[in-house]
């Protein structure tokens, strides 16, 4: 199957600094990647939609000057929480569509846990 | 606003026993449903997927059914196994479109021995 890496797991880091989430395809060609945000016990939020060599899309009430989002080529896709605060800390997932025929399909990074101290 | 709900939050299963996992979609203009599978700490993970134009469909030990008019799918798993202890999401989606999916609010499924 279609696998999606997610880098760092797992990232704590000082209140006011930045961080940068990578998502990557590693075996399929992603035209379109996705960011949400997961608080404990709820579903998944989409903060983006992100088309390779576009800008992103994001949903409303996103940030897009807090929540930067890179999407450089047809396997990367990069997230960058600026200014981090305690609020931001939270679990991030990304997720990559295919440009083949399972393009619906979404595969999932196995997502960041952000801790802003 | 388009919505995608499950009737229950948590569901409890004997090991071995058939598990139903049910879920309600809003948007009549939805034609495409995936189920997601997502252990603690982890992202989700794709089990199976139907069109609107089935009503079933197969996968190993999962069955998803589609009943468009009463906007309701659901997932069946045949011999529940300790492994399959996670939270379940239905999503919703429209085919051709930006690919968007919404999600519904999950499922906690937790086996018994």
């Known amino acids: 199957g279609a696998v999606v890496s997610q880098h760092p797991s797992r990232v704590i880091c000082k209140s006011g600094t930045s961080v940068k989430i990578e998502c990557r395809s590693l075996?399929?060609?992603?035209?379109?990647m996705f960011w949400y945000r997961q608080f404990p016990k709820q579903s998944l939020m989409l903060m983006a939609t992100?088309?390779?060599?576009?800008?992103?899309?994001?949903e409303q009430g996103v940030e897009k000057d807090k929540f930067l989002i890179n999407h450089a080529s047809l396997t990367l896709s990069t997230l960058t929480v600026t200014s981090a605060h305690p609020e931001d800390s939270s679990f991030y997932i990304c997720?990559?569509?295919?440009?083949?025929?399972?393009?619906?399909?979404?595969?999932f990074g196995a997502g960041t846990r952000l801790s802003v101290l | 606003g388009e919505s995608v709900g499950l009737h229950l939050p948590t569901l409890s299963v004997q090991e071995g026993d058939n598990s139903i996992i049910n879920c309600a979609y809003s948007?009549?203009?939805?034609?495409?449903f995936i189920w997601y599978k997502q252990e603690s700490g982890k992202g989700p993970q794709f089990i199976i997927d139907?069109?609107?134009?089935?009503d079933k469909r197969q996968g190993q030990r999962v069955t998803v059914l589609l009943n468009k008019t009463v906007k309701h799918l659901s997932l069946q798993i045949a011999a529940t196994q300790p492994g399959d202890s996670a939270v379940y999401f239905c999503?919703?989606?429209?085919?051709?479109?930006?690919?968007?999916?919404?999600f519904g609010s999950g499922t906690q499924l937790t086996v018994l021995p």
């Open positions: 997720s990559a569509a295919s440009s083949g025929l399972a393009k619906n399909i979404q595969y």
């Open positions: 075996d399929f060609q992603a035209t379109t």
């Open positions: 992100s088309n390779e060599g576009s800008k992103a899309t994001y």
């Open positions: 948007n009549s203009a939805s034609d495409y």
């Open positions: 139907i069109r609107s134009n089935m």
């Open positions: 999503a919703s989606g429209a085919l051709g479109s930006a690919r968007q999916l919404t």
